[in-house]
């Protein structure tokens, strides 16, 4: 069966979203071999839910890093110096000043393994926002600097995506196990490109690190929730669920935190980024078990030295 033949308008959206949005990723044979995983009658479900994948390009993740800088970093330090000058000295220029001295004493660094996805995002927030590159540091820098200087005052964690919470639960369970001197900092920040409602609210219940978040994703970005903007019909919603569950089954083996078939902990997302798309998105989107993915999923992106490199050059 023809991509076109199956419905002209899924189609037409798809390739605008393709040149568009989705950088040109995809061409019709890749639709069509993706397409070919799936049974005849289930090729149409394959297609809506492909011209509701949400896609964050490039051009995207460089404008969210300069909001997150912006909007929450530079705007958390700028409202606690104005807070703590008098009426007179409440100056932009001293304000800037102090800002600029502020900087010096904060270090930004990815959360997790170096090789994880968050890591990469480092690199587009310190072009996009002109950050020097030795405020830059893996997790043993810092604590080394804390050590021998205690010149930091604000540690910078930073991500691509809050899924679960999970991930920054653990790195909040470790600093405290090994009694990080990091926590000793006046100010630690977690910022996230984008992140779920529940993951950002499992966050803020179990640690306390000062969430935020550019892009939100709440209840309706759940292909199969009540409220989701996916699929409106509750009839075809619970068939495509079953379909989608089906085939997860076999394409996201069972792991330490158990079945995923929906994505990570039944995320049920559709979203994927320049850089990788997370496993919290569909596995029929990205799976390479046994299946043809339309978006590849990258499970190890890149590493500190690359990062340096990169910077470096």
Same mark, same amino acid.
């Given at each position: ?5 199956? =419905? ?5 959206? @798809? ?8 950088? =040109?990723? %995809? ?7 993706? $397409? =070919? ?11 809506? %839910? ?34 703590? %000058? ?9 304000? !800037? ?37 030795? $405020?830059?540091?893996?997790?043993? #820098?810092?604590?080394?600097?804390? !050590? !021998?200087?205690? /010149?930091?005052? @604000?540690?910078?964690?930073? /991500? ?45 219940? =179990? ?5 935020? +978040?550019?892009?939100?994703?709440? #209840? ?33 083996? +069972?792991? /330490? ?13 559709? +979203? ?42």
């Amino acid at each position: 069966m023809k991509f076109g033949e199956i =419905n002209k308008n899924l189609e037409e959206k @798809i390739t605008d979203l393709n040149s568009q949005i989705w950088e =040109n990723k %995809l061409g019709v044979p890749t639709i069509d071999e993706w $397409l =070919n995983n799936f049974k005849e009658e289930e090729k149409i479900m394959g297609l809506h %839910l492909l011209a509701n994948f949400l896609y964050y390009n490039e051009m995207d993740i460089k404008s969210l890093c300069k909001t997150l800088c912006s909007t929450f970093y530079r705007y958390a330090i700028f409202e606690k110096i104005t807070a703590s %000058l008098k009426k007179d000295e409440n100056d932009w220029e001293i304000i !800037e000043n102090i800002f600029k001295e502020k900087l010096k004493r904060t270090r930004f660094l990815g959360i997790g393994n170096p090789s994880e996805s968050g890591w990469h995002i480092l690199y587009y927030f310190r072009q996009e926002n002109s950050l020097p590159l030795n $405020l830059f540091n893996q997790l043993f #820098e810092v604590e080394q600097r804390f !050590e !021998e200087n205690g /010149d930091i005052d @604000i540690v910078v964690l930073i /991500d691509d995506f809050i899924g679960t919470g999970s991930q920054a639960k653990k790195f909040w369970n470790y600093l405290n196990k090994k009694e990080s001197n990091i926590l000793k900092c006046k100010n630690i920040y977690y910022l996230s490109l984008f992140g779920t409602a529940s993951g950002i609210k499992e966050i803020e219940n =179990n640690t306390s690190l000062q969430v935020h +978040v550019a892009e939100v994703f709440d #209840e309706s970005y759940k292909c199969f929730s009540t409220t989701s903007y996916v699929i409106n019909d509750d009839a075809k919603k619970k068939a495509w669920e079953i379909i989608c569950q089906s085939y997860g089954e076999k394409l996201y083996p +069972v792991d /330490d935190y158990g079945a995923h078939p929906l994505g990570f902990n039944d995320s049920q997302l559709l +979203v994927g980024f320049h850089h990788n798309i997370p496993n919290n998105t569909l596995p029929i989107i990205w799976s390479d078990n046994n299946w043809i993915p339309i978006f590849m999923r990258k499970d190890k992106i890149y590493n500190f030295k690359e990062f340096r490199k990169d910077q470096n050059e």
